[in-house]
């Protein structure tokens, strides 16, 4: 039986598959950015795909604290966007 890797969701707490999960990384330069692969270098953390976890910039501030960076509204409102326009693209291609 193959080992399926588990994250966990910054937000919620929830426990779930990775595959299931959307990976947000620092880059080098102290912004955040979306990973749709799973595989960009650098430290990630982890969010449900789902729309309650992303409803807010406030639990946005929870993401910037997992990843160790400064973040202001204007910076998380364009994640979210980011995150919405991934999530577009990401189910389009999985239906």
Known sequence: MK???MRTCVICRNVREKRDLLRIVRV???GMQVDP??????RGAY???SGECLKSVKDMKKLATALSVQANKESLDEL???IQIKLGTINR???
Do not use: L
């Open 3 to 5: 080992n399926v890797p």
């Open 47 to 49: 969010i449900c795909r």
């Open 37 to 42: 692969t799973g595989k960009m270098n650098g």
């Open 93 to 95: 291609q999985g239906e």
């Open 80 to 82: 979210m966007q980011d």
């Open 28 to 30: 080098p330069e102290g």
